[in-house]
């Protein structure tokens, strides 16, 4: 990291002056330890971080949850285990998708544990380990109805039959993947759990004795639906964020993530004043606004025009107007300075905008909204009401010429 970018950082810390989004690496703490609570006593916990724990900060979030003794960390990439490998991370993780990636030999080097779902898949993994010179461990995928990725439950046997033959994989695991959990009283629900109870018997049926048995994530162990398993999974609910409006986190989650920004520009507009692109929104009296440098390109999703709000100064802001890239605007704004702090995104309890608000009015969930937080966004780790850590991953990227990608 460079002198200048150090300094960035640095006054980032500080905290004030830019469009910035604070984890508070205690709430994710608290709730895992909920979740815990919630699941069969003993079971194992895996915290999911993919997708930069839901665009939390996988690091991060991946070191704390190895600091307070889960068993386990899921990803979707293999490029996110190295990543937590590089930190010094040193648990188990599961891929828990196809490893398609160019770095399956040291990922299966440094201890990932990946997920056999598919025969091919299978072939990659075992070639991988031979280059490696090292097994394989990897956790059997059971495809119990979502057609995304596994053995389906007819193929079981034989697949557990064939896995078992190769000297390059050794079975740690098996595991599935709910559709439905977060409709409560869903139909599949149940018929996946007898699907997986009978599929995990028919991999004992073949002499193996699997380590790891899992099926649950965040709907399945708030809602107590959690099949034979000694291990749940979990990512959406340790960020606070609900599985469904249906399945809720209540209020014994907090909510982990806050985005916030600062006042740049305060203006009058007069009646009838057109206001952001198009002028979608017309002043329907004198009115003040303010500008807040955070759009579309930092992830404040583009549909929240005319519809979102802002709080500034404990008062609620409503969005004007279509949603720049960069910029937006709010109204309302007769008490407010430039330089004030904006929340964007945060707890109703302080009546900003949570990201189950914004889900529906972008036409999409809350998970989805937040891991689309854009790295342009620097994300600044909070403990004990204190900031520990600040990442912007826009400044540490890296662009490698082909030449040196090669060596
Ligand atoms: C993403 C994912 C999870 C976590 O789901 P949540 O609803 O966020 O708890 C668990 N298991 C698998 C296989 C996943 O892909």
Redesign the pocket.
């Known amino acids: 990291m460079t002198d200048s970018t150090t300094l960035s950082l640095a006054s980032s810390l500080e905290s004030v002056g830019e469009t910035r989004a604070i984890i508070d690496l205690d709430a994710y703490a608290h709730n895992i330890g909920v979740l815990r609570a919630s699941a069969p006593e003993g079971a194992a916990f895996m915290a999911?971080v993919?997708a930069d724990a839901y665009g939390h900060g996988l690091v991060e979030c991946g070191r704390t949850a190895q600091s307070i003794g889960c068993e386990w960390l899921?990803v979707?990439r293999i490029v996110e285990a190295l990543r937590l490998r590089d930190a010094g991370v040193d648990i188990p993780i599961l891929v828990?998708?196809p490893p398609v990636s160019t770095e399956l030999t040291a990922a299966i080097q440094r201890g990932v544990t990946l997920a056999a779902g598919s025969w091919s898949m299978v072939e990659r993994i075992r070639e991988a380990a031979k280059a490696a010179g090292a097994t394989a461990r990897v956790h059997i995928k059971v495809d119990v109805g979502m057609r995304r990725y596994g053995f389906l439950p007819e193929e079981i046997s034989a697949a557990v039959q064939r896995l078992k033959a190769m000297p390059e994989i050794e079975i740690d695991g098996v595991f599935s993947?709910f559709s439905s959990a977060d409709e409560p009283g869903a139909e599949p629900t149940g018929a996946q759990i007898a699907l997986f109870s009978a599929a995990v018997a028919e991999v004992r049926e073949a002499g193996i004795e699997p380590r790891w048995v899992h099926l649950a994530?965040?709907?399945g162990i708030i809602t107590g639906r959690v099949g034979p398993t000694n291990m749940v999974?979990?990512?959406?609910?340790t960020y606070g964020l609900s599985?469904s409006p249906e399945v809720p986190c209540d209020e014994r989650f907090q909510p982990v993530m806050s985005v916030r920004s600062v006042v740049a520009r305060v203006s009058q507009a007069p009646l009838d004043c057109g206001v952001s692109y198009n002028c979608i929104y017309r002043t329907t009296a004198d009115e003040m606004l303010a500008t807040i440098p955070i759009g579309y390109a930092d992830g404040l999703p583009r549909p929240l025009a005319n519809q979102g709000w802002f709080v500034i100064g404990g008062q609620r802001r409503p969005i004007r107007g279509r949603v720049c890239m960069d910029q937006t605007i709010v109204g309302d704004a007769d008490d407010v300075s430039e330089g004030d702090e904006v929340i964007i995104v945060g707890s109703n309890a302080n009546g900003a905008m949570s990201f189950e608000d914004i889900g529906p009015m972008a036409a999409t969930n809350n998970y989805e909204v937040a891991t689309r937080l854009m790295a342009r966004v620097p994300r600044i780790y909070m403990r004990n009401g204190e900031p520990v850590a600040v990442e912007h991953l826009l400044h540490d990227a890296a662009v490698r010429s082909v030449e040196t990608a090669r060596a």
């Open positions: 999911v993919k899921g979707a828990v998708g993947h994530n965040s709907a999974r979990s990512g959406a609910a599985p």
